[in-house]
């Protein structure tokens, strides 16, 4: 089978390797992106895999060359690695040219640091007529989140309250300042206002404005703090019955400090200004200047453990799971060249990819993860690579 994987940067890199370590299902790979000597230099790295690598230029916010390739690979699946500014253009490509399609991230519009899935939910009876699937959010947060989800709403609840996401890295660059994967949309994220779902709403916080510290196997004790994420908005769509969803990111004093202060001096602005005759965006002149994430890897020390910690009723009586990965940044580069933000979230895509490519994960229109039986997906994250961990007595947060 053939896939086409669009973006070569750190997440891309990981799914790449891991694709050709699955060549049985992923027999041909193309990897196109904005910089094609990137993808020859990963072709090359991965020359002596099983997996028949092609290399191809691609800029996928131009629908027309999207097409283009598309027809002249015919891949069953595209596999959106690139940024969520392109989701758009990726999926009406797919849609056109009949072919599955899967991303990590939701639509962002480059003018708005806001996230939503309402644009891209809007292509479901397109999918469902064209007969293909789109699989969205399948990197690890949003993405094996989900999964969780289902396996314990499948599993574990009669019926879930609560959900708390918590997303820690313990990984230490030695940077004063870096962000672990695309800074212009990490920046962006972090920087916007706090959002959660209880009974029915949304609450919006000011930015980093609730803070719990929590200690998590593996890491230790972190200051974490409540962002809005966008599976929040897929999970209070498919959790039946939830009542409370809440997403929370660890943060060193270090990374504060240092974001707040290019805050005020407007360096992570999305407004346009001139500088010397020129229209330049500060957010991207500022992650021209910041270490680009792929090169963290050799020097990122330490774990990551995301995971979720549901509360609910089993059988009448209150229940408590927390289900996580534990992931080790040297483990990772010595696997595949990369640390674990791009390992955690690449590994998912490839599970996602090879799901649909056997037939296993079977759909019309598009789906959110948390829509599809968790089961095999569980089973092939131990596998390749994620292995998750359980605990029925958790520390909760409050
Ligand atoms: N769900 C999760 O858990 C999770 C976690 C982390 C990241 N993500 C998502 O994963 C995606 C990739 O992140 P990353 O850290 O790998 O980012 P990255 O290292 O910045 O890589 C992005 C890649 O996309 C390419 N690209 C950008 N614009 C393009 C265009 N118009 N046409 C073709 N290629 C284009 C870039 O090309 P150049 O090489 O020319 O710059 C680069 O190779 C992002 O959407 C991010 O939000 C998801």
């Not at 490519?357 to 390749?384: H, T, Y």
Request: glycine share 8%; net charge neutral; charged share 25%.
């Amino acid at each position: 089978m053939k896939a086409m994987i669009i973006g070569c940067g750190g997440v891309a890199s990981v799914a790449v390797h891991k694709c050709c370590q699955n060549s049985k299902v992923f027999r041909e790979l193309v990897i196109a992106s904005r910089t094609k000597s990137k993808c020859d230099v990963l072709a090359d790295k991965l020359k002596d895999s099983k997996t028949k690598i092609y290399t191809e230029q691609v800029d996928a916010d131009r629908l027309d060359e999207l097409v283009a390739l598309i027809n002249k690979h015919k891949p069953q699946i595209v596999m959106h690695l690139a940024l969520p500014y392109q989701n758009l253009t990726i999926m009406e490509a797919c849609l056109r040219t009949k072919t599955h399609y899967l991303d990590t991230a939701n639509y962002e519009h480059p003018d708005t640091a806001k996230f939503e899935y309402k644009e891209q939910w809007a292509y479901h009876d397109r999918y469902k007529q064209a007969g293909i699937m789109a699989l969205l959010g399948s990197g690890f947060d949003p993405g094996v989140t989900s999964v969780f989800a289902a396996y314990a709403q499948k599993h574990h609840f009669d019926e879930i309250h609560e959900i708390d996401i918590l997303d820690c890295n313990g990984g230490d660059h030695g940077y004063p300042f870096a962000t672990n994967f695309n800074p212009e949309i990490n920046i962006r994220e972090v920087s916007a206002k706090g959002r959660y779902w209880e009974n029915g709403k949304w609450i919006e916080t000011e930015p980093m404005a609730i803070k719990r510290e929590y200690d998590f196997e593996g890491v230790g004790k972190k200051d974490m703090y409540l962002l809005y994420h966008e599976e929040l908005e897929s999970l209070a769509k498919y959790i039946k019955g939830v009542k409370r969803i809440r997403f929370f990111m660890t943060f060193g004093q270090s990374y504060l400090t240092h974001l707040k202060c290019l805050e005020n001096v407007g360096m992570t602005s999305i407004t346009p200004i001139k500088f010397q005759g020129q229209e330049i965006i500060p957010l991207q002149f500022l992650k021209a200047v910041l270490p680009d994430p792929s090169s963290l890897g050799p020097r990122t020390k330490g774990k990551t453990n995301i995971g979720c910690i549901f509360k609910g009723i089993k059988d009448g009586k209150p229940k408590t799971y927390y289900l996580y990965n534990i992931c080790d940044h040297q483990e990772c580069y010595q696997e595949v060249g990369s640390q674990a933000v791009s390992y955690t979230t690449g590994v998912p895509a490839m599970i996602g990819a090879m799901l649909i490519l056997k037939g296993i994960w079977k759909g019309e229109g598009v789906f959110n993860m948390e829509q599809l039986d968790p089961d095999p997906f569980m089973d092939a994250l131990n596998k390749w690579g994620l292995p998750w961990k359980e605990n029925f007595d958790p520390v909760l947060v409050d």
